[in-house]
């Protein structure tokens, strides 16, 4: 089980959530990263640039 809070929306993970892992090994619930990527390409963590 990953630690949360989860960056974007600050709920901690709950059993059964889809996380996301960044190449930065930041993560996020994986709605909340998929969302998130749409309008960026940075961690919302750490802002480490996601190329791909
Ligand atoms: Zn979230
Ligand atoms: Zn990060």
């Known amino acids: 089980m990953e630690r949360g809070p989860c960056p974007i929306c600050l ?12 190449p930065c090994a930041h ?3 994986w709605r909340c ?10 961690c919302p963590t750490c802002r ?3 190329s791909s």
């Open 33 to 42: 990263g998929a969302k998130w990527l749409s309008g960026a390409r940075t």
């Open 11 to 22: 709920d901690g993970y709950a059993p059964g959530d889809e996380i996301v892992r960044m």
């Open 48 to 50: 480490f640039e996601i």
């Open 27 to 29: 993560t996020a619930h």
